[in-house]
Nanobody, 123 residues
Framework: VQLQASGGGLVQAGGSLRLTCEVS??????YGWFRQAPGKEREFVAA?????????YYSDSVKGRFTISRVRGKNTLYLEMNSLKPEDTAVYYC??????????????????WGQGTLVTVSS
């Protein structure tokens, strides 16, 4: 399984970006986005969990600004990011797997990862 993330770039604060993740094969119970800022640990951003009726989950820091979605027929995952802030600057990673409910928010809950795409938000 290969994941290809794209769509990162440089944007001013308040701007928007849409990240795309192409998943080469397979169907998984969890599709997620994580991010890692310089000197910090990788953190959860958003996820779609199919065994939870396709419910979406967001970190408190992005709730109301980011939207995760998935196109099943294309096996493509998106992250729409609005009202971007400088603190959103990070490398963003897409990931898929079969996390149990208690591992939805943990990187260890996901088996396959994309290479990451850099998002830089200037103030």
């Amino acid at each position: 399984v290969q994941l290809q993330a794209s769509g990162g770039g440089l944007v001013q604060a308040g701007g928007s970006l849409r990240l795309t993740c192409e998943v080469s094969e397979g169907t998984f119970r969890g599709y997620g986005w994580f991010r890692q800022a310089p000197g910090k640990e990788r953190e959860f951003v958003a996820a779609i969990i199919s065994y939870s009726s396709g419910r979406t989950y967001y970190s408190d820091s992005v709730k109301g600004r980011f939207t995760i979605s998935r196109v099943r027929g294309k096996n493509t995952l998106y992250l729409e990011m609005n009202s971007l802030k400088p603190e959103d600057t990070a490398v963003y990673y897409c990931a898929v797997g079969d996390p149990i409910i208690s591992y939805i928010f943990a990187p260890t809950g996901y088996r396959y990862w994309g290479q990451g795409t850099l998002v830089t938000v200037s103030s």
